[in-house]
């Protein structure tokens, strides 16, 4: 038998989206280049300080990245110094990061990026690259190749919509409660690919695919890859989970990388030894993910193995029980099984916007 991969040797990285309100009175603004200009006057000459911001789809957003990790604790520390730099250089552009999937506060519509990339999507797309102010927390994980990617990302779909749930962190937009824990998740639903990605044979057929989703326009032709919730880079030994929302913690966000890479662990475990991934229908996995972005962990989930609905404790712990020999392998277990069961027992950011802030006062990152 193959023995699980140790997880300690499989790298991760984590990207992180915010909004950027006015400081004075928190409104979203498209202060995305300004924050740029900001952060490179204060690198160090040789790039010490680490990796840059990215502008995102809207100019009211941007985006954080570490570099590649071994470990959790190096992860926990460059995302807490990411944080950190993205305050500061908001600060000196006279704005403040917001921690949300979605805006809370009523506002205008949003102008695109002025990229070639953003502009043809926005072309493309219309109004829904307008409306599309969401930010996501995505984690990178480390594979052999894009075989094991693709491998991998057939073993994970029925633990994403669990993934999402423990983040929902997104239950207002434009001013109102949405009802749901994550309202991100139901707005990136309306894009094409937007969803838990279908079955894949091999790398070969899944680049097949993202190919003539760009022959027949449903994704815009200079698209590197689609946009399903989980999927193999396109130029890296790579899985890319992209499901949860943005966290309003570091510590959910190291929930989120260490719970992945487990799974992708364990995948590529399941994998070497032959298992075939678990067949789940299109339809149970679109009603799975639903649920968990109505829900969050207050409310029913749908059991990522039997597909009956249980609390949605009952499927997180299941997640747990799923990926703990790759838990224990990386000495993990202690920290994610501690940092779960606090988001059960305290709820998610989207329990506690509701508890702790109105719409018009949402809270910033430091």
Do not use: K
Request: with cysteine; hydrophobic share 40%.
């Amino acid at each position: 038998m193959v023995a699980v991969p140790v997880a300690r040797e499989v790298t991760l990285g984590v990207e992180e989206e915010f909004l950027l309100l006015d400081a004075v009175d928190g409104s979203p603004v498209g202060g995305g280049g300004d924050v740029l200009h900001a952060d490179r006057e204060h690198r160090r000459p040789d790039g010490g300080a680490g990796p840059g911001f990215q502008r995102e789809l809207l100019s009211t957003m941007v985006e954080t990245a570490t570099g590649v990790c071994t470990d959790l604790a190096g992860l926990r520390a460059e995302l807490t110094a990411a944080r950190a730099r993205l305050g500061r250089a908001a600060r000196e552009a006279g704005l403040r990061p917001l921690a949300s999937g979605t805006a809370p506060m009523a506002a205008p519509v949003r102008a695109v990026t002025p990229t070639r990339h953003y502009r043809q999507m926005a072309r493309l797309y219309g109004r829904l690259t307008d409306e599309t102010e969401t930010c996501g927390c995505h984690v990178h994980v480390g594979v052999p190749d894009r075989e094991s990617a693709v491998a991998a990302v057939n073993h994970l779909r029925p633990w994403l919509p669990v993934l999402l749930a423990l983040s929902a962190n997104s239950p207002y937009h434009q001013g109102a409660d949405t009802g749901h824990a994550s309202w991100r998740a139901l707005v990136l639903s309306r894009w094409p690919t937007h969803q838990i990605p279908p079955r894949f044979a091999s790398a070969a057929q899944y680049d097949r695919t993202v190919a003539a989703l760009r022959r027949t326009g449903v994704l815009p032709s200079r698209a590197a890859n689609a946009y399903w919730f989980a999927r193999p880079s396109h130029h890296l030994p790579t899985v890319e989970v992209r499901i949860a929302d943005v966290t309003p913690s570091v510590d959910e966000a190291v929930l989120q990388a260490g719970l992945t890479r487990a799974l992708v662990t364990t995948a590529l475990g399941a994998a070497a030894r032959g298992r075939p991934a678990p067949r789940l229908p299109d339809h149970a996995a679109a009603a799975a993910l639903w649920t968990a972005a109505r829900y969050g962990v207050r409310g029913p989930a749908l059991h990522p193995v039997t597909g009956d609905r249980v609390p949605a404790a009952e499927a997180v712990r299941a997640l747990l029980d799923r990926v703990r020999p790759a838990l224990e392998a990386s000495g993990d277990e202690a920290e994610v099984r501690e940092l779960a069961e606090r988001v059960l027992a305290h709820g998610t950011g989207a329990d506690r916007q509701r508890r702790r802030t109105a719409p018009s006062a949402p809270r910033t990152v430091p």
